[in-house]
């Protein structure tokens, strides 16, 4: 099956203040260098071609983050002969809220319904005659800031007092869907094949499903449609590795995307699959494809989060059944983990223009920014001792497990200062530098 063939050169695409996805542990056995490229922001784009260009990388692994979304599409562009992994059109969704709604619309993906415009007459209009409780998002930027700028509106008089307060550019709002069980699910794939899902349930009293305020988490009972829908939109996005944020109409059964992405907070043994899958792909074929059996993570998630956390190179064999065994054990549905086709510039949905540019709109971060926004609403400093799981998720570049893992080790009174999270995150500390000005010394 494998021709005897040369590998490409592979390079990880990192960024300053942002946390790794992806290092040489999660792509163990790749025989040859793997190059690391790193961009600085601020003007550093002909640099980061050139390093690419030198070090001949024909791929580049990694995740963009929404704020270098733009200038990565003109590195792109300037380095025709790299493939990145994912492309530059699967991570358009990763750049604001507007684009998954956009991304959904095209393919036809059932998405909340969801107005998007700059047009404060439109808006207003809307907010008269639309059904309610409407869900307001701030749209670009990040997602993951646990809810910090997703808002519920009951009524005309609350989404008016809402505007008037947050000044949100574009207006983002969209029809509440009555979530069944009060929980949203998680969804992560693989070559288009689930490889772990989860039920996040909201907390008590809480409309919104936040683990970090009290919600609790579940792998068991993920119903088919949801890893359908999944499946559909990471088949759209094209899509190496995926999460969609799903929601279930209590009353219709039908799922909804409420997020989706290529950037997500995931455990290492599944950064490791993803590493093996795509080592697989790059050797056509040479490597493994990673077995995951549908539904292994009801068993895998009975284990405690810590123990996950350091789980590595996780191995499922091919169950070979008897002859009497294989029609039950044949594979059900089709969940087969396949390579993704390749990306084009058509496959990205049209967007909606701004009336000033993008720059000058009042939400807008500014690649500058990254280094130093993440003070988001608030001006005080924080407590390492009392900062709240939400509001470590606040800061930039913060990934969820991270977060719970501070507040774990807070917790157990193994962190009483800002300082002594450096002792615990030895191979971060560029990050935990810049966190620190957020931070009571
Ligand atoms: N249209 C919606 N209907 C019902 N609940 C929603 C809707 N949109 C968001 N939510 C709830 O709010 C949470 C946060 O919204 P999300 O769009 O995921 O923003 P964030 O960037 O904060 O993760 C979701 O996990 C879900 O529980
Ligand atoms: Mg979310």
Redesign the pocket.
Known sequence: MVKKQKLPKLGFLYLDYVLRFFDYSNFRGWPDKIEEVTYHWKNDKTRFINEVKRKKIDVLVGNIPATAYETFKEIAAALPHVRFIPSIETQFSNKS?ENVTLFCEKYNIAA?KTIITYDDKKADKHFKNCSYPQ?V?RSYGA????????HKVDNYREAKALFAEKKYKPVYS????P?KDSG?IRVMLIGHKPVCAFW?Y?GAGQ????TSQGGNMSYDNVPMNALELAVKASKAAKAEYWAC?I?IDENTNKA?I??CATAFAAFPYIRDWIGQYIMWDLSGGKFRLPHVPLFSWEELGKMDPSVLRTLRHLYFAKYEPSADGAYWLADKGNFDMQLTDEAKASDVPESIKPPLKEEELPTFLKEDDVATLSKIGEERLYNVVDISLTELMTLEGMEEDVAVNIKELVEEKKITTFEKLADYFISSKEQIQQWSKFFLK
């Open positions: 809220k909340p869900i998002k997602s993951n800031y646990g809810g910090y700028f997703v969209q029809n509440a869907i979530l949203d996040r909201s409309w919104i499903t936040n944020d929601g909804y409420i997020e």
